[in-house]
């Protein structure tokens, strides 16, 4: 009986195992690279969004960095859900250009640390935006093309507030 039942969970783990890198073999580059690429930018930006909460000289950068860091946390774990499921692997850190970027804005104070931060947030905003919105037309996973539609109408709502908060 115990013979039988080692046996059952072994297959049971070849078969997800198996149907994981199905999956994996099912997404195209293009989805790889979305993922790749908004993974690093929604990690930059729950970063420096603590660093805006933390470092900001204002109450608006204070209050839009804490929703950029809430609101970025939830997408990130959403996608790497969805990477996960579709056998995609997910970074757990900052590629060294994100990271140096961060050291950069976590070194400055006042309306120097205000100015970078916004610029920052939108540039990678507009950059982030534009690829959510092509992989909402363009993605072949359902998956993922919801989700891209999904969060690409919240950067377009982060965009709104950076530009209400400042140049």
Same mark, same amino acid.
């Given at each position: 009986?115990?013979?039988? *039942?080692?046996?059952?969970?072994?297959?049971?783990?070849?078969?997800?195992?198996?149907?994981? %890198?199905?999956? $994996?073999?099912?997404?195209?580059? $293009?989805? @790889?690279?979305?993922?790749? /690429? =908004?993974? !690093?930018?929604?990690?930059?930006? =729950?970063?420096?969004?603590?660093?805006? $909460?933390?470092?900001?000289?204002?109450?608006?950068?204070?209050? !839009?960095? %804490?929703? &950029?860091?809430?609101?970025?946390? *939830?997408?990130?774990?959403?996608?790497?859900?969805?990477? $996960?499921?579709?056998? =995609?692997?997910?970074?757990?850190? *900052?590629?060294?250009?994100?990271?140096? &970027?961060?050291?950069?804005?976590?070194?400055?104070?006042?309306? /120097?640390?205000?100015?970078?931060? *916004?610029?920052?947030?939108?540039?990678?905003?507009?950059?982030?935006?534009?690829?959510?919105?092509? &992989?909402?037309?363009?993605?072949?996973?359902?998956?993922?093309?919801?989700?891209?539609?999904?969060?690409? @109408?919240? =950067?377009?709502?982060?965009?709104?507030?950076?530009?209400?908060?400042?140049?």
């Amino acid at each position: 009986m115990k013979h039988i *039942l080692l046996a059952a969970m072994a297959s049971a783990a070849i078969g997800v195992t198996t149907m994981a %890198a199905f999956a $994996a073999d099912t997404v195209s580059a $293009a989805d @790889r690279t979305f993922i790749a /690429a =908004v993974s !690093q930018g929604g990690m930059f930006e =729950v970063a420096a969004g603590q660093a805006g $909460a933390k470092l900001g000289m204002t109450q608006d950068i204070r209050d !839009q960095g %804490a929703t &950029e860091a809430h609101d970025h946390a *939830l997408v990130g774990a959403k996608l790497k859900d969805i990477a $996960a499921a579709a056998g =995609v692997s997910f970074p757990d850190t *900052l590629n060294t250009q994100f990271q140096q &970027e961060l050291d950069a804005l976590t070194s400055l104070s006042g309306r /120097a640390f205000d100015t970078r931060y *916004l610029s920052d947030m939108k540039a990678i905003h507009a950059k982030d935006g534009a690829a959510f919105a092509q &992989e909402a037309k363009t993605g072949t996973d359902p998956k993922l093309r919801a989700f891209a539609a999904e969060t690409h @109408r919240i =950067v377009l709502r982060h965009i709104g507030e950076l530009d209400a908060v400042g140049p």
